[in-house]
């Protein structure tokens, strides 16, 4: 079972271009996360989803949007980066409404320029 | 506002002897507590939880310990391992907004050493 996987591993991206970041998940989990992690700053949640067809905002949404078309897939788009956005991206996933555990991604590393 | 602390920022720990990191946490709303564990160049993995409703749980070379009076998390790892160098996250978990809040402070580095 491979779980969570991410694609790409790391980016480099100019500012002003746009790219998805990609991540799928095999556990048929119903809720997905997506993270940004910074130094010093720990696990920030940018934006979920409790389900397919749902999403929601979390802390720190602004310039990027997210879909749900279905249980596996949630992509997190970039529609114009900004330098403020180089991070590592975690997606992750849980079972059910409660408090589960979060099974995480391998990270993406995104650079933009 | 919501915010974790970590006493130790780094720690150093000789192979063989027993871990203790330290978590304190402000957000007493929360009924759930959760600790993971960071690989280098890896995502999170989670390593234990406990509920409000208790002060101790076991798991396999993991204690962790919750203060409630005092809002403060403990993880005992027992005879530490090399495997076990990595950075630990703790938080509060609770429903906010819609969805499964994690509060993740900034981490503590275990590192050790043989």
């Known amino acids: 079972t491979a779980g969570i996987t991410q694609a790409p591993t790391s980016q480099i991206l100019a500012a002003g271009r746009s790219m998805t970041l990609r991540c799928t998940q095999d556990m048929r989990h119903n809720a997905m996360y997506w993270y940004r992690q910074d130094l010093g700053l720990g696990l920030r949640l940018i934006h979920y989803?409790?389900?397919?067809?749902?999403?929601g905002k979390g802390e720190v949404p602004d310039g990027y949007s997210v879909s749900r078309a279905n249980t596996d897939d949630f992509p997190l788009t970039l529609a114009s980066a900004v330098p403020s956005q180089t991070s590592v991206y975690f997606c992750?996933?849980?079972?059910?409404?409660?408090?589960?555990?979060?099974?995480f991604g391998p990270g993406t590393r995104l650079t933009v320029l | 506002g919501e915010s974790v602390g970590l006493h130790l920022p780094t720690l150093s720990v000789q192979e063989g002897d027993n871990s203790i990191i330290n978590c304190a946490y402000s957000?007493?709303?929360?009924?759930?507590f959760i600790w993971y564990k960071q690989e280098s160049g890896k995502g999170p993995q989670f390593i234990i939880d406990i509920r409000s409703n208790m002060d101790k749980r076991q798991g396999q070379r993991v204690t962790v310990l919750l203060n409630k009076t005092v809002k403060h998390l403990s993880l005992q790892i027992a005879a530490t391992q090399p495997g076990d160098s990595a950075v630990y996250f703790c938080?509060?978990?609770?429903?906010?907004?819609?969805?499964?809040?994690?509060?993740f402070g900034a981490g503590t580095r275990l590192a050790v050493h043989p």
């Open positions: 989803s409790n389900t397919a067809g749902t999403t």
């Open positions: 992750a996933s849980s079972d059910g409404a409660e408090y589960n555990e979060q099974f």
């Open positions: 938080g509060p978990a609770f429903r906010s907004g819609g969805y499964n809040k994690l509060i």
């Open positions: 957000n007493s709303a929360s009924d759930y």
